[in-house]
């Protein structure tokens, strides 16, 4: 049965960090807009980054969806290359994926590799970026900078040449800049200062990413959402390396301190909208 929620209702659904209010702020349709303008570029080779360090392990919101995006796009013929840091080590299964140093590169060697493999975009999925200061703050406003892999750095530099997508749920994250002002007067967050030039927020990073593969899906007509059941084979084989809930700090079977059940209602919810 169809439902009457926009995709952008759906993946801003169960709410609890403030991006509803954001979202009474910003254009309606955003994430429609940013999958309407990525599938005008030609196709190529296309950064994906994720990542997001929490007691020692990658959270779960993040990887999951940037997987998925990852097998969605390439379904499409774009080749996705993951750019994560150590923490996502082995991840991403088949997916070609480049791990930066937690100290960070040289400028001459970001650039090297945005050389070496010439994307025609980035796009962020819940990752850390600096705020103001250079900092980079976890939701609690802790500074966890020494395990946090500057790859905003290498998003940035590409930047310069070639469009950016970013999906966050709290305003810490990469793309989140577009905000700021919003996110430090209204929801008193420290927020990520590295804009995109499409952002997408969510009640959950996660979310985000299959609110977008929906709308290619509906745009181009080829089943391209992933079943339930291999989201969670990929959140069970994740597990297997420590991966934690980012709220619950705990290695289960939950994202965001959101039950699993509520993945599958947002997955339900996705494959019975409709464009409007």
């Known amino acids: 049965m169809k439902n009457n929620k926009t995709i952008e209702e759906i993946i801003l659904s169960h709410s609890t960090r403030g991006m509803n209010l954001l979202q009474k702020q910003y254009p309606k349709k955003h994430c429609k807009k940013a999958v309407q303008n990525f599938l005008e570029i030609e196709q190529g080779t296309v950064f994906l980054y994720t990542g997001f360090c929490v007691k020692g392990y990658a ?14 796009i390439e379904k499409l013929g774009y080749k996705p290359v993951i750019i994560t840091d150590l923490y996502c080590k082995d991840y991403f299964k088949d997916i070609e994926t480049v791990y930066i140093p937690l100290d960070g590169l040289k400028n001459s060697e ?10 025609i975009c980035h796009f962020s999925i ?11 703050l976890n ?18 530099l590409g930047g310069k040449s070639n469009p950016t997508f970013a999906i966050g749920d709290g305003g810490n994250e990469i793309g989140m800049g577009n905000f ?20 997408i927020i969510a009640s959950v990073s996660n979310w985000g ?18 079943a339930f059941d291999e989201i969670e084979e990929y959140m ?7 991966c934690v809930d980012g709220i619950k700090c705990e290695n289960v079977k939950s994202v965001d301190g959101k ?9 339900e919810n996705l494959n019975n909208s409709r464009l409007a």
Request: aromatic share 14%; net charge negative.
């Open 59 to 72: 959270e779960t919101d993040g990887p999951i969806g940037t997987y998925f995006l990852a097998l969605a």
């Open 110 to 119: 970001y650039q090297k590799i945005l050389d070496d493999y010439t994307p």
């Open 126 to 136: 819940e990752r850390l970026g600096r705020n103001e200061n250079g900092k980079y």
């Open 139 to 156: 939701s609690r406003g802790v500074d966890i900078g020494k395990v946090t892999a500057p790859v905003d750095e290498l998003y940035i």
């Open 180 to 199: 700021k002002e919003f996110l430090k007067n209204t929801l008193h967050v420290e927020p990520c200062v590295v804009t995109s030039d499409y952002p």
């Open 209 to 226: 990413a299959y609110g977008f593969i929906t709308y290619m899906q509906l745009f181009l007509r080829k089943k391209l959402l992933p």
């Open 236 to 242: 069970d084989y994740i597990l297997t390396f420590g």
């Open 259 to 267: 039950e699993w059940h509520t993945e599958k209602e947002i997955l």
